[in-house]
């Protein structure tokens, strides 16, 4: 059975300062949610819309990007072979949010 490898999007998320920083944002953005029900009522709203339009976006886009499988491999393989590059350059994608800290404008 072949291994699938990683999409470039599964391997940015993956990376440990991006997934730490999204569970951060997704968690304040629940407790928001929780705590104002006006708040709350206006997200669900946006939240719906959002789903109905990638629904409708990536149904409407199936057809174009079976068309497109060749340029779309190649795009994904430039991509990962950045993000190499990207992680050997910046070792601190590998670090948690919480271990990041700011000096002079600089993260260490």
């Known amino acids: 059975e072949a291994e699938v490898a990683p999409s470039v999007v ?5 990376m440990p300062l991006i997934s730490s920083t999204c569970d951060m944002v997704s ?3 629940a407790s928001t949610k929780e705590s104002y029900p006006h708040v709350k ?4 709203a946006a939240e719906k819309g959002v ?3 990638t629904a409708a976006a990536v149904s409407g ?3 174009i990007l079976s068309k497109l ?7 994904s393989e430039y991509a990962h072979r950045g993000l190499d590059k990207l992680e050997e350059n910046l070792p601190i994608l590998q670090q948690p949010t919480e271990k990041v800290t700011v000096r002079g404008g600089r993260c260490l």
């Open 61 to 63: 886009a199936q057809p």
């Open 41 to 44: 009522t206006v997200c669900d």
């Open 10 to 14: 599964d391997r940015v998320a993956s």
């Open 51 to 53: 789903r109905s339009l």
């Open 69 to 75: 499988e060749p340029q779309i491999a190649s795009a």
């Open 27 to 29: 968690a304040a953005y």
